[in-house]
């Protein structure tokens, strides 16, 4: 194939060894992992950029936002056909989506990891390496957006999410299933991605939080970011988005002190929706100013009004961004 596929390193399970004192650790370099991985020399020409080294929990959305600024420059090489980037599992898919929302342009980007370490006896690492490459060196992958590759199949990153510790299968998009497959011949699509967004900040702000209210949770936590005067909060209610009444003098306040509130779900699939009129419900909350944020979930709700805040701060326009086809 003409072209090239350049590979960003940022560490995660599929660059590390154990290590008898420390356990599973970071220590495989990227020329290492695709050394691991000799059937890339029949694919097309690949290079290997070092952007970190770290454990997918110790992302960040700051690094997120510098990967992606990196990615895009390394797009915007016309010898590059497409970018791979190996990361860990933990934080992916909402690395993935800030990706998603922020870079421009047609060609593939693959995010990859593994859920099996190099001192494991069957690691998954080289064969999702080898098939992320093959997916964003292929034709078929040109416009579907950031794509995340694991287990030979292809999901896009507003769907995709973790569903298992420690499964090799432990990526899903709920719902909606894969966008195709990478076989032993060549990738597969089997559908369209859908609804992508471009949110592009100068800037980000980083002070936005995730609070997460189960059966009889009350205000209390949200009470603590609003006295610490954060600039964000995505509420994850249950159902379609709906709490216990004693949270909602907590929301109420947040939203009178100007913070931008997103609701969302803890389900897997479906909408938040203003259907029930009762006290806590998805309607009261959208009546006193909080804004309903469809159907992502809420790391990825995080991520967006991370990247969002970094262009607006009005109420209106944020809602504009969220519940979107």
Avoid at 15 to 34: F, Y
Wanted: hydrophobic share 45%.
């Amino acid at each position: 194939m003409n072209g090239k596929v350049v590979v960003l390193t940022t560490g995660g399970t599929i660059a590390m060894r154990a290590d008898p004192d420390l356990g599973v650790v970071p220590a495989v370099s990227g020329p290492e992992l695709i050394a691991a991985v000799p059937p890339l020399d029949g694919v097309c020409p690949v290079e290997v950029r070092e952007f970190a080294n770290i454990p997918s929990p110790h992302m960040t959305p700051r690094i997120m936002y510098d990967l992606a600024r990196m990615a895009e420059k390394v797009l915007a090489e016309p010898e590059v056909r497409g970018v791979v980037i190996t990361h860990g599992t933990d934080t992916m898919e909402e690395t993935a989506y800030l990706l998603d929302l922020f870079i421009a342009g047609d060609k593939p980007v693959c995010l990859v990891g593994a859920m099996r370490s190099a001192a494991e006896i069957s690691p998954d690492g080289p064969k999702n390496i080898l098939c992320a490459v093959r997916c964003a060196a292929s034709p078929q992958a040109v416009g579907m957006g950031l794509l995340v590759v694991m287990n030979e199949e292809i999901h896009a990153a507003r769907e995709v999410t973790k569903s298992h510790t420690a499964n090799p299968k432990t990526f899903i998009s709920p719902f909606w299933g894969p966008l195709g497959y990478v076989d032993e011949d060549r990738v597969i699509f089997r559908r369209s991605r859908l609804g992508r967004q471009n949110i592009r900040p100068t800037a980000i702000v980083e002070d936005v939080y995730l609070v997460t209210l189960a059966a009889g949770v009350d205000d209390f936590l949200i009470n603590c970011l609003v006295d610490k005067g954060v600039k964000g909060i995505v509420i994850e209610g249950s159902g379609r988005g709906n709490v216990h009444e004693s949270a909602m003098p907590g929301i109420r306040r947040a939203v009178e002190a100007g913070i931008a509130v997103v609701l969302t779900s803890r389900c897997f699939g479906g909408r938040v929706l203003d259907v029930y009129g009762y006290a806590g419900s998805a309607r009261r909350q959208r009546e006193i100013g909080v804004i309903l944020g469809g159907e992502i979930s809420g790391q990825k709700a995080r991520i967006k009004l991370i990247l969002a805040l970094g262009v607006t701060s009005d109420r209106e326009q944020l809602a504009g961004y969220f519940d979107q086809p």
